[in-house]
């Protein structure tokens, strides 16, 4: 027990002393849609919903769904990466994506963020 708490001391002071801090929330330009511009201002809009409702909040764009719907290529792209507010166990997110390709946008939620 003693040995846990001093392994978890330690990488909390890691962490901080690195300046980590949680994802609140992400951008994937991929069709490369925003300016760094409007990227800066919707990450900045983003945050501050993210601490507000406790949910990470995502963008995605792309313009080649390697021949997948929308649902499937958002869903396959969420599996492969970890979204989630802070450590929430039930990884609460809200993401925004915008396909270029088939032409939908989608919106798809998870953890108690889902509607």
Do not use: W
């Amino acid at each position: 027990m003693k040995k846990t708490v001093i392994t978890v001391m330690a990488l909390v002071f890691f962490c901080l002393l690195c300046g980590f801090t949680p994802r609140l929330s992400e951008m994937f330009d991929e069709a490369d849609l925003f300016t760094a511009e409007e990227e800066k201002s919707l990450a900045g809009e983003a945050e501050q919903l993210a601490e507000k409702t406790k949910t990470e909040v995502v963008f995605l764009t792309y313009d080649d769904a390697e021949g997948k719907d929308t649902e499937q290529y958002t869903d396959d792209f969420c599996d492969e990466r970890e979204f989630g507010y802070g450590g929430d166990e039930e990884k609460t997110f809200m993401m925004l994506a915008i396909d270029m390709d088939n032409r939908e946008v989608y919106v798809k939620t998870g953890g108690t963020a889902i509607a």
